[in-house]
């Protein structure tokens, strides 16, 4: 089970930290992503890290302002991120792979997700 938090309603240049708690899973051998989802857009990947939190991969246009990172004692993934703006409103989600080594964006490559925690950014 993952269950992400963290989301609300921020102004534009705002930060944000998401987390994602996990459980029912070995967390530590599990590469962790984040998606996120806007309204009457498809599902796309914001970032992974692996089981070991060694390699992290980003899409492109959200490297300078997002970064993910995990907490293998706590079994939580978080993605902090910095200068929000209104197109970064989204339902985020958290995902969990059981390829430990895997930074693929794939949403066929993850094995669970978590409800979602919006995030809506106001100019």
């Known amino acids: 089970q993952l269950q992400a938090f963290g989301g609300g309603l921020v102004q534009a240049g705002d930060s944000l930290r998401l987390s994602c708690a996990a459980s029912?899973?070995?967390?530590?051998?599990?590469?962790m992503g984040w998606f996120r989802q806007a309204p009457g857009k498809e599902r796309e990947f914001v970032a992974v890290?692996?089981?070991?939190?060694?390699?992290?991969n980003y899409e492109g246009s959200l490297k300078s302002r997002f970064t993910i990172s995990r907490d293998n004692a706590k079994n939580t993934v978080h993605l902090q991120m910095n200068s929000l703006r209104p197109e970064d409103t989204a339902v985020y989600y958290c995902?969990?792979?059981?390829?430990?080594?895997?930074?693929?964006?794939?949403?066929?490559?993850?094995?669970?997700w978590g409800q979602g925690t919006q995030v809506t950014v106001s100019s």
């Open positions: 890290i692996t089981a070991s939190g060694m390699s992290t």
């Open positions: 995902a969990a792979k059981r390829d430990p080594y895997g930074v693929g964006p794939e949403l066929f490559l993850y094995d669970y």
């Open positions: 029912g899973l070995t967390f530590s051998r599990s590469s």
